[in-house]
């Protein structure tokens, strides 16, 4: 149960960074830079730190054997 929560947190700071890029490249705008005062602000730096890792927790989600994914029946009854 906890692994799922990590999972889902990890996917969305990992879907943040990559809205974060796909701003960076089409737009010339950092969101997490505007947001937080900067690229070397403190909050910045953590917010990047953990996108970074949280795409790092995302990479084992590709190797993880179809057992070890739990799905929680009680959250979406029509599986």
């Given at each position: 149960m906890?692994?799922?929560?990590?999972?889902?947190?990890a996917l969305a700071l990992a879907i943040i960074g990559g809205l974060n890029w796909g701003c960076i490249g089409l737009f010339r705008l950092d969101l997490v830079a505007y947001?937080?005062?900067?690229?070397?602000a403190l909050l910045s730096r953590i917010?990047?730190?953990l996108v970074g890792l949280?795409?790092?927790?995302?990479?084992s989600l590709l190797f993880r054997?179809?057992?070890?994914?739990?799905?929680?029946?009680n959250e979406n009854p029509h599986l």
């Open positions: 906890t692994m799922m929560i990590i999972d889902r947190i947001l937080f005062g900067g690229q070397t917010t990047y730190a949280a795409a790092i927790w995302c990479i054997k179809e057992d070890d994914i739990v799905i929680d029946d």
